[in-house]
């Protein structure tokens, strides 16, 4: 099962603020830890929403230039992992580097295409 880890955005992220060097060197440590145990598929940070837009689709598309007011509902980075369950994506997520203290990390399932098989 693929678990996407969605690392939630911040003032700090908003701002464009690059992560500190000892920041840089705990995540990457932790993912070539999880790359090691072959559960790592793909991690990146994103830049602010000031720099991308948002499209609603009601009829005609919509687009709205960021910045987004709602950080809360914003994302900064993911890491998308493979691992056998909820609990060991969970346990993974334990081990998210400390310095990265007030982050909220989001765990959720990645559907698969099997999922969509039909059965008739």
Known sequence: M???????ADTETEAGIIPSPAFMQAMQAYNEE???AGVFLQGEG????????????????????????????L???????????????????????AIDQG????????FEPEDFARTE
Not at 75 to 97: C, D, H, N, Y
């Open 103 to 110: 982050a909220v990390i989001e765990i959720r399932q990645v």
């Open 75 to 97: 994302i900064a980075g993911f890491t998308m992992i493979q691992a056998r369950s909820l609990e060991e994506a969970k346990a993974w997520v334990r081990r998210w580097p």
């Open 34 to 36: 999880m790359a090691a």
């Open 46 to 73: 994103l830049r602010a929403s000031s720099l991308g837009a948002r499209v609603t689709i009601t009829g005609a598309p919509t687009i709205t230039d960021g910045p987004f007011t709602e950080t809360k509902e």
């Open 2 to 8: 693929r678990f996407m880890l969605i690392r939630k």
